[in-house]
Protein backbone atom coordinates (compact mmCIF):
# COMPACT_ATOMS: atom_id res chain seq x y z
CA UNK A 1 0.00 0.00 0.00
CA UNK A 2 1.51 3.15 -1.12
CA UNK A 3 2.37 6.06 1.80
CA UNK A 4 -0.40 8.59 1.05
CA UNK A 5 -2.93 6.14 0.79
CA UNK A 6 -1.55 4.66 4.79
CA UNK A 7 -2.16 8.31 5.78
CA UNK A 8 -5.38 9.03 4.23
CA UNK A 9 -6.61 6.01 6.25
CA UNK A 10 -5.26 7.04 9.16
CA UNK A 11 -6.50 10.41 9.21
CA UNK A 12 -10.05 8.43 8.54
CA UNK A 13 -9.68 6.70 11.35
CA UNK A 14 -8.73 9.44 13.36
CA UNK A 15 -11.99 11.13 12.48
CA UNK A 16 -14.16 8.23 12.94
CA UNK A 17 -12.41 8.21 17.01
CA UNK A 18 -13.32 11.48 17.59
CA UNK A 19 -16.35 11.76 16.22
CA UNK A 20 -17.51 8.38 15.78
CA UNK A 21 -18.46 8.68 11.97
CA UNK A 22 -16.42 10.26 9.05
CA UNK A 23 -18.02 13.54 8.69
CA UNK A 24 -16.29 14.68 5.54
CA UNK A 25 -16.95 11.46 3.74
CA UNK A 26 -20.87 11.42 4.39
CA UNK A 27 -20.34 15.30 3.22
CA UNK A 28 -18.90 14.36 -0.02
CA UNK A 29 -21.14 11.41 -0.52
CA UNK A 30 -24.37 13.98 0.37
CA UNK A 31 -22.46 16.81 -2.48
CA UNK A 32 -22.24 14.12 -4.73
CA UNK A 33 -26.12 13.46 -4.60
CA UNK A 34 -27.28 16.62 -4.81
CA UNK A 35 -25.14 17.59 -7.61
CA UNK A 36 -26.87 14.62 -9.54
CA UNK A 37 -29.97 16.14 -8.43
CA UNK A 38 -29.51 19.54 -10.49
CA UNK A 39 -30.38 18.53 -13.68
CA UNK A 40 -33.97 17.04 -12.46
CA UNK A 41 -34.81 21.32 -12.90
CA UNK A 42 -34.18 20.99 -16.82
CA UNK A 43 -37.77 18.86 -17.05
CA UNK A 44 -40.13 21.81 -15.37
CA UNK A 45 -38.02 24.32 -17.49
CA UNK A 46 -38.41 22.17 -20.48
CA UNK A 47 -42.25 22.57 -19.66
CA UNK A 48 -42.31 26.24 -18.98
CA UNK A 49 -41.04 27.02 -22.44
CA UNK A 50 -43.29 24.38 -24.59
CA UNK A 51 -46.17 26.59 -22.63
CA UNK A 52 -44.60 30.10 -23.38
CA UNK A 53 -43.70 30.36 -19.89
CA UNK A 54 -40.78 31.79 -17.83
CA UNK A 55 -38.18 28.79 -17.34
CA UNK A 56 -35.79 31.00 -15.00
CA UNK A 57 -37.40 29.65 -11.43
CA UNK A 58 -35.94 26.18 -12.41
CA UNK A 59 -33.19 27.85 -14.24
CA UNK A 60 -32.50 29.42 -10.97
CA UNK A 61 -32.78 26.55 -8.41
CA UNK A 62 -30.96 24.00 -10.89
CA UNK A 63 -28.01 26.85 -10.25
CA UNK A 64 -28.21 27.06 -6.86
CA UNK A 65 -28.46 23.06 -6.48
CA UNK A 66 -25.17 22.62 -8.33
CA UNK A 67 -23.18 25.09 -6.73
CA UNK A 68 -24.27 23.54 -3.36
CA UNK A 69 -23.55 20.22 -4.14
CA UNK A 70 -19.96 20.83 -6.13
CA UNK A 71 -19.04 23.40 -2.74
CA UNK A 72 -19.67 20.18 -0.52
CA UNK A 73 -18.05 17.79 -2.77
CA UNK A 74 -15.08 19.93 -3.55
CA UNK A 75 -14.75 21.32 0.11
CA UNK A 76 -14.57 17.31 2.07
CA UNK A 77 -12.64 14.53 0.74
CA UNK A 78 -14.23 11.32 -1.17
CA UNK A 79 -14.00 8.18 0.36
CA UNK A 80 -14.99 4.42 -0.43
CA UNK A 81 -14.17 3.59 3.41
CA UNK A 82 -18.08 5.35 4.49
CA UNK A 83 -20.19 2.45 6.22
CA UNK A 84 -23.30 2.04 7.81
CA UNK A 85 -23.03 5.11 10.43
CA UNK A 86 -22.19 7.62 7.74
CA UNK A 87 -25.41 6.17 5.69
CA UNK A 88 -28.17 7.51 8.25
CA UNK A 89 -26.15 10.96 7.78
CA UNK A 90 -26.21 11.05 4.64
CA UNK A 91 -29.98 10.02 3.93
CA UNK A 92 -31.46 12.26 6.57
CA UNK A 93 -29.61 15.16 5.52
CA UNK A 94 -29.81 14.44 1.24
CA UNK A 95 -33.51 14.12 1.58
CA UNK A 96 -33.97 17.47 4.00
CA UNK A 97 -31.39 19.15 1.62
CA UNK A 98 -33.41 17.96 -1.14
CA UNK A 99 -36.52 19.24 -0.24
CA UNK A 100 -35.24 22.55 1.13
CA UNK A 101 -33.60 23.13 -2.41
CA UNK A 102 -36.93 22.15 -4.45
CA UNK A 103 -38.78 24.58 -2.70
CA UNK A 104 -36.48 27.43 -4.74
CA UNK A 105 -39.15 27.31 -7.88
CA UNK A 106 -42.14 27.67 -5.47
CA UNK A 107 -40.42 30.97 -3.24
CA UNK A 108 -39.83 32.56 -6.72
CA UNK A 109 -43.13 31.73 -8.80
CA UNK A 110 -44.73 34.76 -7.60
CA UNK A 111 -47.43 32.58 -6.16
CA UNK A 112 -48.80 34.55 -2.78
CA UNK A 113 -49.50 31.13 -1.21
CA UNK A 114 -45.95 29.91 -1.90
CA UNK A 115 -44.01 32.92 -0.71
CA UNK A 116 -43.24 31.89 2.73
CA UNK A 117 -40.44 29.74 3.43
CA UNK A 118 -42.38 27.25 5.61
CA UNK A 119 -44.86 26.74 2.93
CA UNK A 120 -42.55 26.49 0.23
CA UNK A 121 -40.60 23.75 2.12
CA UNK A 122 -44.12 22.03 2.99
CA UNK A 123 -45.12 22.07 -0.48
CA UNK A 124 -41.41 20.24 -1.79
CA UNK A 125 -41.28 17.86 1.38
CA UNK A 126 -44.79 17.04 0.07
CA UNK A 127 -43.57 16.06 -2.99
CA UNK A 128 -40.13 14.49 -2.21
CA UNK A 129 -41.52 12.50 0.37
CA UNK A 130 -44.52 11.43 -1.68
CA UNK A 131 -46.83 12.99 0.73
CA UNK A 132 -49.75 14.68 -1.31
CA UNK A 133 -50.50 17.21 1.51
CA UNK A 134 -50.61 20.72 -0.24
CA UNK A 135 -50.81 24.62 0.89
CA UNK A 136 -51.94 25.70 -2.31
CA UNK A 137 -55.97 26.12 -2.35
CA UNK A 138 -55.82 27.57 -6.16
CA UNK A 139 -54.34 25.20 -8.24
CA UNK A 140 -55.68 27.50 -11.32
CA UNK A 141 -52.81 30.14 -10.38
CA UNK A 142 -50.05 27.95 -10.80
CA UNK A 143 -48.30 27.93 -14.70
CA UNK A 144 -48.33 24.28 -16.05
CA UNK A 145 -44.27 24.21 -15.23
CA UNK A 146 -44.95 24.71 -11.81
CA UNK A 147 -47.60 22.33 -11.81
CA UNK A 148 -45.28 19.52 -13.86
CA UNK A 149 -42.45 20.68 -11.07
CA UNK A 150 -45.02 19.51 -8.16
CA UNK A 151 -45.64 16.03 -10.10
CA UNK A 152 -42.28 15.36 -10.85
CA UNK A 153 -40.92 16.15 -7.65
CA UNK A 154 -43.12 13.03 -6.33
CA UNK A 155 -41.31 10.68 -9.08
CA UNK A 156 -38.08 11.64 -8.16
CA UNK A 157 -38.96 11.19 -4.57
CA UNK A 158 -40.83 7.68 -5.24
CA UNK A 159 -37.45 6.85 -7.52
CA UNK A 160 -35.50 7.63 -3.71
CA UNK A 161 -37.82 5.70 -2.06
CA UNK A 162 -37.14 2.28 -3.96
CA UNK A 163 -33.39 2.96 -3.87
CA UNK A 164 -33.99 3.71 0.44
CA UNK A 165 -36.65 0.77 0.53
CA UNK A 166 -34.58 -1.69 -0.93
CA UNK A 167 -30.90 -1.08 -0.87
CA UNK A 168 -30.34 1.13 2.15
CA UNK A 169 -32.79 0.79 5.10
CA UNK A 170 -32.50 -2.88 5.28
CA UNK A 171 -28.73 -2.39 5.68
CA UNK A 172 -29.31 0.04 8.25
CA UNK A 173 -31.32 -2.58 10.08
CA UNK A 174 -33.97 0.12 10.53
CA UNK A 175 -37.19 -1.10 12.20
CA UNK A 176 -36.61 -5.17 11.34
CA UNK A 177 -35.80 -4.00 7.54
CA UNK A 178 -32.77 -6.20 7.35
CA UNK A 179 -34.23 -9.44 8.52
CA UNK A 180 -37.62 -8.87 7.41
CA UNK A 181 -35.97 -8.34 3.85
CA UNK A 182 -33.44 -11.49 3.59
CA UNK A 183 -36.49 -13.29 4.76
CA UNK A 184 -38.17 -12.27 2.29
CA UNK A 185 -36.15 -12.84 -0.43
CA UNK A 186 -35.21 -16.22 -0.67
CA UNK A 187 -32.53 -17.25 -2.99
CA UNK A 188 -35.04 -19.56 -4.82
CA UNK A 189 -37.02 -16.75 -6.00
CA UNK A 190 -34.65 -13.49 -5.79
CA UNK A 191 -31.68 -15.09 -7.37
CA UNK A 192 -28.91 -12.46 -6.51
CA UNK A 193 -31.30 -9.69 -6.75
CA UNK A 194 -30.02 -7.91 -3.70
CA UNK A 195 -26.13 -7.72 -4.30
CA UNK A 196 -24.97 -4.35 -4.52
CA UNK A 197 -26.78 -0.51 -4.20
CA UNK A 198 -25.70 0.59 -7.49
CA UNK A 199 -27.27 -3.45 -8.93
CA UNK A 200 -30.23 -3.30 -6.97
CA UNK A 201 -30.93 0.56 -7.36
CA UNK A 202 -30.81 0.14 -11.33
CA UNK A 203 -33.11 -2.72 -11.52
CA UNK A 204 -35.73 -1.30 -9.52
CA UNK A 205 -35.61 2.12 -11.31
CA UNK A 206 -35.91 1.06 -14.75
CA UNK A 207 -39.04 -1.23 -13.60
CA UNK A 208 -40.07 1.80 -11.79
CA UNK A 209 -39.87 4.19 -15.03
CA UNK A 210 -41.11 1.05 -16.71
CA UNK A 211 -44.46 1.33 -15.37
CA UNK A 212 -44.80 4.61 -14.95
CA UNK A 213 -44.83 4.45 -19.26
CA UNK A 214 -47.33 2.24 -19.09
CA UNK A 215 -49.77 4.60 -17.26
CA UNK A 216 -48.77 7.35 -19.15
CA UNK A 217 -49.44 5.23 -22.60
CA UNK A 218 -52.72 3.86 -20.88
CA UNK A 219 -53.95 7.12 -19.25
CA UNK A 220 -53.02 8.50 -22.74
CA UNK A 221 -55.45 6.65 -24.74
CA UNK A 222 -58.22 6.65 -22.33
CA UNK A 223 -58.20 10.49 -23.37
CA UNK A 224 -57.66 9.91 -27.43
CA UNK A 225 -60.01 7.48 -27.96
CA UNK A 226 -62.71 9.68 -25.75
CA UNK A 227 -63.24 7.89 -23.05
CA UNK A 228 -62.51 10.39 -20.51
CA UNK A 229 -62.47 13.81 -21.94
CA UNK A 230 -60.97 15.42 -19.16
CA UNK A 231 -57.62 13.38 -19.67
CA UNK A 232 -54.83 14.30 -22.00
CA UNK A 233 -51.39 13.63 -22.84
CA UNK A 234 -49.87 16.53 -20.00
CA UNK A 235 -52.68 15.14 -17.42
CA UNK A 236 -51.12 11.18 -18.33
CA UNK A 237 -48.34 12.52 -17.60
CA UNK A 238 -48.75 14.45 -14.33
CA UNK A 239 -50.78 11.92 -12.61
CA UNK A 240 -49.06 8.85 -13.62
CA UNK A 241 -45.74 10.86 -12.22
CA UNK A 242 -48.01 10.97 -8.72
CA UNK A 243 -49.17 7.56 -9.43
CA UNK A 244 -46.35 4.91 -9.03
CA UNK A 245 -44.74 7.29 -6.55
CA UNK A 246 -48.07 6.87 -4.21
CA UNK A 247 -48.00 10.57 -3.95
CA UNK A 248 -51.14 11.92 -4.48
CA UNK A 249 -50.04 15.42 -6.19
CA UNK A 250 -53.10 16.79 -8.85
CA UNK A 251 -53.10 19.26 -10.99
CA UNK A 252 -56.82 19.88 -10.25
CA UNK A 253 -58.78 21.24 -7.27
CA UNK A 254 -60.92 17.95 -6.67
CA UNK A 255 -57.99 15.55 -7.69
CA UNK A 256 -59.37 12.81 -9.16
CA UNK A 257 -63.07 13.55 -9.23
CA UNK A 258 -62.80 15.47 -12.10
CA UNK A 259 -61.69 12.70 -14.69
CA UNK A 260 -64.29 9.89 -15.40
CA UNK A 261 -64.64 6.52 -13.97
CA UNK A 262 -62.39 4.68 -16.06
CA UNK A 263 -59.01 6.57 -14.94
CA UNK A 264 -60.28 6.13 -11.52
CA UNK A 265 -60.27 2.56 -12.02
CA UNK A 266 -57.03 2.26 -13.81
CA UNK A 267 -55.51 5.08 -11.08
CA UNK A 268 -56.57 2.17 -8.64
CA UNK A 269 -54.60 -0.27 -10.27
CA UNK A 270 -51.24 1.65 -10.58
CA UNK A 271 -51.76 2.47 -7.02
CA UNK A 272 -51.94 -0.87 -6.10
CA UNK A 273 -48.78 -1.68 -7.79
CA UNK A 274 -46.98 1.50 -6.66
CA UNK A 275 -47.57 -0.03 -3.20
CA UNK A 276 -46.59 -3.77 -3.73
CA UNK A 277 -42.92 -4.79 -2.85
CA UNK A 278 -40.79 -3.73 -5.68
CA UNK A 279 -38.72 -6.60 -5.47
CA UNK A 280 -41.83 -9.35 -5.84
CA UNK A 281 -42.92 -7.35 -9.12
CA UNK A 282 -39.51 -7.64 -10.24
CA UNK A 283 -39.92 -11.60 -9.80
CA UNK A 284 -43.74 -11.22 -10.89
CA UNK A 285 -43.35 -9.81 -14.18
CA UNK A 286 -39.93 -9.11 -15.18
CA UNK A 287 -39.05 -12.93 -14.10
CA UNK A 288 -42.11 -13.95 -15.29
CA UNK A 289 -43.12 -15.82 -12.04
CA UNK A 290 -46.91 -14.79 -11.29
CA UNK A 291 -47.16 -17.42 -8.61
CA UNK A 292 -44.74 -15.35 -6.45
CA UNK A 293 -47.73 -12.85 -5.49
CA UNK A 294 -49.50 -16.02 -4.13
CA UNK A 295 -47.03 -17.79 -2.45
CA UNK A 296 -45.89 -14.10 -0.61
CA UNK A 297 -47.57 -13.66 3.02
CA UNK A 298 -46.83 -9.82 2.96
CA UNK A 299 -49.18 -9.46 -0.47
CA UNK A 300 -51.97 -11.93 0.53
CA UNK A 301 -52.43 -9.32 3.62
CA UNK A 302 -52.23 -6.68 1.58
CA UNK A 303 -54.42 -7.35 -0.63
CA UNK A 304 -57.19 -8.81 2.63
CA UNK A 305 -56.48 -5.31 3.72
CA UNK A 306 -57.64 -3.87 0.55
CA UNK A 307 -60.63 -5.84 -0.04
CA UNK A 308 -61.73 -5.96 3.59
CA UNK A 309 -61.53 -1.75 3.98
CA UNK A 310 -63.13 -1.88 0.47
CA UNK A 311 -66.01 -3.26 1.65
CA UNK A 312 -66.39 -1.52 4.88
CA UNK A 313 -66.77 1.66 3.45
CA UNK A 314 -68.75 0.35 0.57
CA UNK A 315 -71.40 -0.94 3.00
CA UNK A 316 -71.85 2.19 4.80
CA UNK A 317 -71.97 4.76 1.66
CA UNK A 318 -74.77 1.91 0.77
CA UNK A 319 -76.35 2.21 4.05
CA UNK A 320 -76.02 6.26 4.09
CA UNK A 321 -77.89 6.67 0.82
CA UNK A 322 -74.63 8.61 0.15
CA UNK A 323 -73.55 6.52 -3.03
CA UNK A 324 -75.19 3.07 -4.77
CA UNK A 325 -74.18 0.45 -6.75
CA UNK A 326 -70.67 1.23 -9.35
CA UNK A 327 -70.23 4.21 -7.76
CA UNK A 328 -70.34 3.70 -4.22
CA UNK A 329 -68.38 0.27 -5.58
CA UNK A 330 -65.90 2.87 -7.04
CA UNK A 331 -65.32 5.47 -4.48
CA UNK A 332 -65.11 2.88 -1.49
CA UNK A 333 -62.19 0.77 -3.39
CA UNK A 334 -60.46 4.34 -4.28
CA UNK A 335 -60.73 5.69 -1.10
CA UNK A 336 -59.54 2.28 0.37
CA UNK A 337 -57.03 2.19 -1.88
CA UNK A 338 -55.56 5.45 -1.78
CA UNK A 339 -55.23 5.89 1.50
CA UNK A 340 -53.86 2.31 2.32
CA UNK A 341 -51.17 2.78 -0.52
CA UNK A 342 -50.72 6.21 0.92
CA UNK A 343 -51.32 7.64 -2.43
CA UNK A 344 -53.51 10.10 -1.15
CA UNK A 345 -55.63 11.21 -4.53
CA UNK A 346 -59.59 11.69 -3.98
CA UNK A 347 -62.42 10.58 -6.49
CA UNK A 348 -64.95 11.92 -4.27
CA UNK A 349 -64.83 14.27 -0.95
CA UNK A 350 -64.86 11.92 1.86
CA UNK A 351 -65.08 14.49 4.53
CA UNK A 352 -68.20 14.52 3.92
CA UNK A 353 -68.83 11.30 4.35
CA UNK A 354 -70.33 9.29 8.24
CA UNK A 355 -68.47 8.86 11.00
CA UNK A 356 -67.74 5.16 10.37
CA UNK A 357 -66.14 6.02 7.08
CA UNK A 358 -63.85 8.83 9.38
CA UNK A 359 -63.34 5.92 11.50
CA UNK A 360 -61.98 3.11 9.29
CA UNK A 361 -59.82 5.95 6.98
CA UNK A 362 -58.38 6.89 9.88
CA UNK A 363 -57.03 3.18 10.90
CA UNK A 364 -56.41 2.70 7.26
CA UNK A 365 -53.59 5.54 7.46
CA UNK A 366 -51.37 3.21 9.83
CA UNK A 367 -51.85 0.60 7.00
CA UNK A 368 -49.52 1.90 4.86
CA UNK A 369 -47.99 -0.10 1.63
CA UNK A 370 -45.77 -3.12 1.14
CA UNK A 371 -42.14 -3.07 2.60
CA UNK A 372 -39.74 -2.70 -0.45
CA UNK A 373 -42.31 0.06 -2.19
CA UNK A 374 -43.03 3.50 -2.38
CA UNK A 375 -45.72 3.36 -0.08
CA UNK A 376 -45.61 4.77 3.27
CA UNK A 377 -46.55 4.48 7.01
CA UNK A 378 -45.71 1.34 8.84
CA UNK A 379 -45.87 -1.39 6.44
CA UNK A 380 -47.67 -4.40 6.13
CA UNK A 381 -45.08 -6.69 6.85
CA UNK A 382 -44.98 -5.49 10.11
CA UNK A 383 -48.42 -5.31 11.34
CA UNK A 384 -48.19 -9.51 9.53
CA UNK A 385 -45.57 -9.54 12.06
CA UNK A 386 -47.26 -8.28 14.87
CA UNK A 387 -50.28 -9.95 14.03
CA UNK A 388 -48.23 -13.30 14.30
CA UNK A 389 -46.48 -12.13 17.31
CA UNK A 390 -49.96 -11.90 19.26
CA UNK A 391 -51.40 -15.05 18.01
CA UNK A 392 -48.09 -16.65 19.32
CA UNK A 393 -48.48 -15.08 22.82
CA UNK A 394 -51.98 -16.51 23.23
CA UNK A 395 -50.56 -20.01 22.29
CA UNK A 396 -47.92 -20.00 24.77
CA UNK A 397 -50.66 -18.65 27.26
CA UNK A 398 -52.10 -21.80 26.69
CA UNK A 399 -49.62 -24.12 25.96
CA UNK A 400 -46.47 -22.36 28.12
CA UNK A 401 -44.11 -25.73 26.86
CA UNK A 402 -44.27 -25.45 22.91
CA UNK A 403 -41.80 -23.84 21.07
CA UNK A 404 -43.38 -21.26 18.72
CA UNK A 405 -40.82 -19.30 16.38
CA UNK A 406 -42.47 -16.25 13.84
CA UNK A 407 -42.40 -17.00 10.77
CA UNK A 408 -42.66 -15.06 7.60
CA UNK A 409 -42.51 -15.99 3.85
CA UNK A 410 -41.55 -19.45 5.09
CA UNK A 411 -39.04 -18.59 7.49
CA UNK A 412 -38.35 -18.23 10.98
CA UNK A 413 -37.55 -14.55 12.07
CA UNK A 414 -35.39 -14.06 14.96
CA UNK A 415 -36.02 -12.23 18.33
CA UNK A 416 -34.33 -9.37 17.68
CA UNK A 417 -36.60 -8.56 14.44
CA UNK A 418 -39.10 -9.27 16.27
CA UNK A 419 -38.21 -6.59 19.41
CA UNK A 420 -37.30 -3.82 16.39
CA UNK A 421 -40.64 -4.30 14.65
CA UNK A 422 -42.70 -3.96 17.88
CA UNK A 423 -40.27 -1.01 18.95
CA UNK A 424 -41.12 0.97 15.64
CA UNK A 425 -44.28 0.23 16.06
CA UNK A 426 -44.64 2.00 19.41
CA UNK A 427 -42.65 5.10 18.07
CA UNK A 428 -44.84 5.24 15.33
CA UNK A 429 -47.91 5.84 17.14
CA UNK A 430 -45.62 7.81 19.62
CA UNK A 431 -44.66 10.22 17.65
CA UNK A 432 -48.19 10.91 15.89
CA UNK A 433 -49.08 11.71 19.50
CA UNK A 434 -46.54 14.22 19.75
CA UNK A 435 -47.02 15.67 16.65
CA UNK A 436 -50.88 16.01 17.04
CA UNK A 437 -50.51 17.80 20.45
CA UNK A 438 -48.02 20.18 18.92
CA UNK A 439 -50.38 21.23 16.51
CA UNK A 440 -53.18 21.01 18.16
CA UNK A 441 -51.23 23.28 21.09
CA UNK A 442 -50.23 25.34 18.41
CA UNK A 443 -53.34 26.10 16.57
CA UNK A 444 -55.34 26.96 19.95
CA UNK A 445 -52.53 29.33 20.13
CA UNK A 446 -53.17 30.67 17.02
CA UNK A 447 -57.32 30.46 17.27
CA UNK A 448 -57.24 27.85 14.99
CA UNK A 449 -60.87 25.86 15.46
CA UNK A 450 -59.10 22.18 14.78
CA UNK A 451 -60.54 19.47 17.03
CA UNK A 452 -58.44 16.47 18.75
CA UNK A 453 -59.12 14.31 15.79
CA UNK A 454 -58.34 16.43 12.95
CA UNK A 455 -54.86 17.33 15.00
CA UNK A 456 -54.28 13.37 15.07
CA UNK A 457 -55.49 12.93 11.43
CA UNK A 458 -52.95 15.61 10.17
CA UNK A 459 -49.93 14.13 11.97
CA UNK A 460 -50.90 10.95 10.88
CA UNK A 461 -51.10 11.54 7.44
CA UNK A 462 -47.90 13.36 7.49
CA UNK A 463 -46.04 11.00 9.27
CA UNK A 464 -47.80 8.26 6.89
CA UNK A 465 -47.13 10.41 4.03
CA UNK A 466 -50.83 9.95 3.37
CA UNK A 467 -51.79 13.47 1.79
CA UNK A 468 -55.46 14.05 3.01
CA UNK A 469 -56.82 14.76 6.06
CA UNK A 470 -60.18 15.70 7.79
CA UNK A 471 -61.53 19.25 8.42
CA UNK A 472 -60.19 22.05 6.55
CA UNK A 473 -57.37 19.62 5.51
CA UNK A 474 -59.49 17.21 3.80
CA UNK A 475 -58.97 15.80 0.38
CA UNK A 476 -60.63 18.43 -1.13
CA UNK A 477 -59.22 21.35 1.09
CA UNK A 478 -55.73 22.34 1.61
CA UNK A 479 -53.18 22.82 4.68
CA UNK A 480 -52.94 26.54 4.62
CA UNK A 481 -54.50 27.34 7.87
CA UNK A 482 -52.52 26.25 9.76
CA UNK A 483 -49.89 28.36 10.82
CA UNK A 484 -45.78 28.24 10.16
CA UNK A 485 -45.02 26.07 13.65
CA UNK A 486 -47.18 23.94 12.71
CA UNK A 487 -46.17 24.14 8.78
CA UNK A 488 -42.77 23.15 9.88
CA UNK A 489 -43.96 20.77 12.72
CA UNK A 490 -45.75 18.60 9.79
CA UNK A 491 -42.86 19.34 7.51
CA UNK A 492 -40.23 17.56 10.03
CA UNK A 493 -43.37 14.95 10.30
CA UNK A 494 -43.46 14.29 6.56
CA UNK A 495 -39.36 13.94 6.81
CA UNK A 496 -39.55 11.82 9.65
CA UNK A 497 -41.77 9.19 8.12
CA UNK A 498 -40.41 8.92 4.63
CA UNK A 499 -36.89 8.03 6.49
CA UNK A 500 -38.92 5.93 9.10
CA UNK A 501 -38.46 7.69 11.90
CA UNK A 502 -35.02 5.56 13.33
CA UNK A 503 -32.52 7.15 10.67
CA UNK A 504 -33.65 10.62 11.95
CA UNK A 505 -33.87 10.10 15.83
CA UNK A 506 -30.43 8.18 15.81
CA UNK A 507 -28.63 10.97 15.02
CA UNK A 508 -30.03 13.53 18.29
CA UNK A 509 -28.48 10.24 20.12
CA UNK A 510 -24.63 10.76 21.85
CA UNK A 511 -23.72 7.14 20.92
CA UNK A 512 -24.11 7.65 17.77
CA UNK A 513 -21.18 10.73 17.39
CA UNK A 514 -19.18 8.80 19.90
CA UNK A 515 -16.61 6.65 18.50
Same mark, same amino acid.
Given at each position: ?8 R ?7 E ?37 ? !? ?22 SN ?6 GF?? #? ?45 T ?16 ? !?L??? *? ?11 L ?16 E ?15 ? @?????L ?5 ? @? ?11 A ?6 V ?10 G???R ?8 A??Q !??? @????I ?6 A??? #? ?25 G ?7 ? @???G????E???R??A ?12 A??D??? !? ?14 ? *? ?17 A ?19 ? #? ?6 E ?11 I????V ?7 ? $??S ?43 T ?10 ? $?E ?15
Open positions: MSPSRTRALRRAVRRTFGIDVPAALNLVGTLVTYFSPAFLVPAAVALGYGESP !WPFVVAGAVTAVVGLSLERSTKRDAGHREVV #VALVWALIAVLGAIPYLLSGNDELTSPANAVFESMSGFTTTGSSVIDLTHLDRGMLMWRQFTQ !WGGA *GIVVLALAILPRRVGGRGALFHAEAPASFGDLATTIRDTARRFV @VLYAATATQIV @VLAVIGWTGLDDMNLYEAAHSFATLSTGFSTARSLGEFGIT !WVT @VVFMLGATNFLLY #VGIVRRRPRAFARDDEFRAYVLVLVASVVLFSEL @VRALHGGEAAHAFTTVSIVTTTGFSTFNI !WTAVTAFTIFGLMFVG *GSAGSTGGGIKVVRHLVIKMLRRELDLTVHPEIVAPVR #VYGRGVDRALRDVVVFAFYVGVAAGAFVVL $LDAGADLVLTPFQALAAAATALGNVGPSFGFAGPYGSFAPFSDLSWALTALMWLGR $LILPVLVLFTRQYWRA
